[in-house]
Nanobody, 124 residues
């Protein structure tokens, strides 16, 4: 059974940067669409970014809220997808989840596989 494992979250001050990682340690999801969502306290899970596994399949897709400060990337040799976040704000506080699916979409329900999440807290 496949397993996605997020890491890299933590407590940071406003303006800081973080890089989250999502490892597919069992190489189950090679070729899948990979995505990052987040769930702020008391809110639904929100789409941030998605990336295809092959360079020739087109650029990543971002939500409007993520486009300017977040960057999704992948390292196929490590079976890992990253989310680089810059200029973090208190409103970025959330649990961040990575997912894998077969469809190019920003809909949570279309992704069948999720990691356990990693907490990001932005506060002074």
């Amino acid at each position: 059974q496949g397993q996605l494992v997020e890491s890299g979250g933590g407590l940071v001050q406003p303006g800081a940067s973080l890089r989250l990682s999502c490892e597919d340690s069992r190489r189950t999801f090679r070729g899948f669409i990979r995505t990052w969502f987040r769930q702020p306290p008391g809110k639904n899970r929100q789409f941030l970014a998605a990336i295809k596994w092959t360079d020739g399949d087109g650029p990543p897709h971002y939500s409007d809220s993520a486009r300017d400060r977040f960057t999704i990337s992948r390292d196929a040799t490590k079976n890992t997808v990253y989310l680089r976040m810059t200029s973090l704000k208190p409103e970025d506080t959330a649990v961040y989840y990575c997912g894998a699916g077969l469809y190019w979409t920003d809909q949570e329900s279309s992704y069948d596989h999720w990691g356990q999440g990693t907490q990001v807290t932005v506060s002074t």
